[in-house]
């Protein structure tokens, strides 16, 4: 599962697909598995996504694990 990749959309830049550097998965309030990190060039990207893709990155090593 190396093959698993971080996308978000870049409000800054409008851009699509841009891949997230530095990525950390935290759960938020409700339950919902947020990634954060960087493009590379210095802008903040911030993603959602399911169970599933968030456990698959942490555990390909793309991310790192924020909650306990």
């Known amino acids: 599962m190396s093959d698993v990749q971080l996308t978000a959309y870049n409000v ?14 935290t759960k938020t309030a409700k339950g919902a598995y947020m ?11 911030t993603t959602l996504c399911n169970e599933a893709k968030a456990m698959a990155a942490i555990k390909a090593g793309v991310a790192k694990q924020g909650w306990e």
């Open 12 to 25: 800054k830049t409008k851009e699509k697909g841009v891949p997230i550097q530095d990525a950390v998965i």
């Open 35 to 45: 990634v954060q990190g960087h493009d590379g060039k210095g802008n903040k990207l």
